[in-house]
């Protein structure tokens, strides 16, 4: 859905003032232009909307992707330097340029400020927050502009219209509680609604709406089925939280798919690993939704053919190895701070001297003047 209403223009960008990218590209005042703002409000969108509307053709890199310097020089430094291929005008376009490092080892920062300067082609950025210091040569550089979040009352009428236009009912109320949820988000609330409008026609058809489903028949649904409104739902009533499944999709992917097959789902597992790394690193919490799809739309999608037949399918092996190291961490934590508390030092210099008190524990007398337990004493055993 969400594809079928991409902006083609500028004024179809609802809550921002798109006009100050057409004046920026017409002025020739800088050679970079500095979109910026919450995730979700247009800004990669209105500069695809720019290039449909005027015939630009778009070259883009993720900065998320492309840190170091030489990836910055060899990419978008060449393609500055080049003419289109077809003869059309050309905008180079940094999206999420916050992602790029500005450590010295790095050198991404400073090496796209040289690429600004040499351009031969208007570069557009996009960032989230970019008012840190390591940004202070690019907002110079740069025309700023920012997108603010948009008003939710816009959002329910764009909602309104996708509805109207697709003839799904609905009722205000639910679409402007939609709207308003998701915080002037409007990629967000567009992909809420796509899975709202599946979820009734889908969910409706059970009579135990709190019913949850095994982990083993999630993944049968995900690798069984090429029915798009059966895959959205796949892992909705599965009591794991994404990152368990994932490792169990991982760890039972070959057994149900093989060849071309395999490689596209991992290629879809890849990618669902960039976008874990971007929630972890910047908090980027809109992206479950592209995460929850990648893999159970996207996995299920990858296969030509269904295999038939029964599998059982295997608990991940690297969960059990993560509970043994949380168990095992949990008891070191757990003697350290009472070291910490009979030595009068800090429970953080317990920990890291651990490996040394070990010998010094096990001596006769210390495990009751720390008042261990039988299972502290007993993993203490285990570490000599």
Not at 47 to 62: D, P, Q, S, T, W
Request: hydrophobic share 35%.
């Amino acid at each position: 859905m969400i594809n079928e209403y991409k902006p083609n223009k500028l004024n179809e960008i609802i809550g921002q003032d798109t006009k100050k990218i057409l004046d920026w590209i017409n002025s020739g005042r800088k050679k970079s232009l500095l979109i910026h703002g919450p995730t979700g409000t247009g800004k990669t969108a209105s500069v695809y909307a720019l290039a449909k509307e005027f015939n630009y053709e778009i070259l883009e890199m993720n900065s998320s992707d492309f840190r170091k310097k030489e990836h910055i020089k060899n990419i978008a430094g060449e393609a500055s330097q080049q003419q289109s291929l077809f003869g059309k005008k050309k905008i180079i376009l940094i999206d999420e340029v916050d992602g790029i490092s500005g450590r010295k080892d790095f050198g991404g920062l400073a090496e796209l400020n040289k690429v600004i300067e040499k351009s031969k082609h208007p570069i557009i950025l996009t960032g989230n927050e970019i008012f840190d210091s390591k940004f202070n040569a690019l907002r110079r550089k740069s025309e700023l502009l920012e997108f603010k979040a948009v008003n939710y009352l816009e959002i329910f009428n764009l909602l309104k219209k996708i509805c109207d236009e697709g003839k799904v009912g609905y009722s205000e109320k639910e679409l402007k509680n939609l709207a308003r949820k998701n915080n002037g988000d409007v990629r967000a609330s567009i992909l809420d609604l796509e899975r709202s409008i599946v979820n009734k026609k889908f969910v409706e058809s059970f009579d135990e709406r709190d019913y949850k489903e095994k982990i083993e028949d999630a993944l049968r649904l995900v690798f069984k089925s090429k029915d798009v409104k059966v895959l959205l739902n796949a892992f909705s009533r599965v009591d794991e939280d994404l990152n368990e499944i994932l490792l169990w999709l991982d760890e039972n992917l070959s057994e149900e798919y093989s060849d071309e097959d395999l490689k596209r789902a991992y290629e879809k597992l890849s990618k669902v690993d960039v976008y874990r790394g971007r929630i972890l690193r910047r908090q980027y919490y809109r992206f479950l939704v592209y995460q929850s799809a990648l893999m159970s739309v996207g996995v299920g999608l990858s296969k030509a053919e269904k295999r038939n037949g029964f599998v059982e399918y295997k608990r991940p092996s690297r969960i059990l190895k993560m509970w043994i190291a949380k168990q095992r961490n949990m008891k070191r934590k757990s003697i350290a701070e009472k070291i910490a508390k009979k030595t009068h030092s800090s429970v953080k210099n317990a920990y890291k001297e651990f490996p040394i008190l070990v010998n010094f524990l096990n001596e006769d007398g210390v495990a009751n003047e720390l008042e261990l337990d039988d299972d502290e004493i007993e993993f203490l055993r285990g570490e000599k």
